[in-house]
């Protein structure tokens, strides 16, 4: 056993179910980008390779920050990122990319996952400044 416990990360992000979750999601979207018709593959799948790095990269930056503020504008960020690549699955869907039940699947179980986990981290943090403050 590790000084970080059997299975945890030394980097502590790693052990986020939010960031868990939307590493998982970011492989989707990945293997999605990876399906686009050609002329897709220097624009929209550019763009959704982009947001996904930047949903998991994001979480990842503000946990490091060690501040609740700060911590709270990174997942903010990540937030926007994943609401991004709603869009772009809409996009998908209305051009007919993927079958329309995989990528309705992607938004209503993946996407609204990672929004609760992130909008019950961001109040979290939230507590945490209330905590700090109180």
Not at 24 to 45: N, Q, S, T, V, W
Request: aromatic fraction near 10%.
């Amino acid at each position: 056993m590790s000084q970080y416990g059997e299975n945890a990360s030394p980097f502590g992000f790693e052990d986020l179910e939010v960031y868990k979750a939307a590493r998982a999601f970011r492989k989707r979207i990945y293997k999605l980008a990876e399906m686009l018709p050609g002329e897709e593959k220097f624009a929209l799948a550019q763009q959704m390779r982009r947001a996904a790095v930047s949903l998991t990269s994001n979480i990842a930056e503000g946990y490091g920050r060690y501040h609740w503020q700060e911590n709270t504008q990174f997942c903010r960020h990540s937030r926007g990122s994943l609401l991004e690549l709603i869009e772009h699955i809409n996009v998908c869907i209305d051009e007919n990319y993927a079958e329309a039940e995989h990528l309705e699947r992607l938004k209503a179980e993946d996407g609204v996952r990672i929004l609760k986990l992130l909008n019950g981290y961001i109040a979290y943090l939230q507590k945490q400044k209330a905590i700090t403050k109180g």
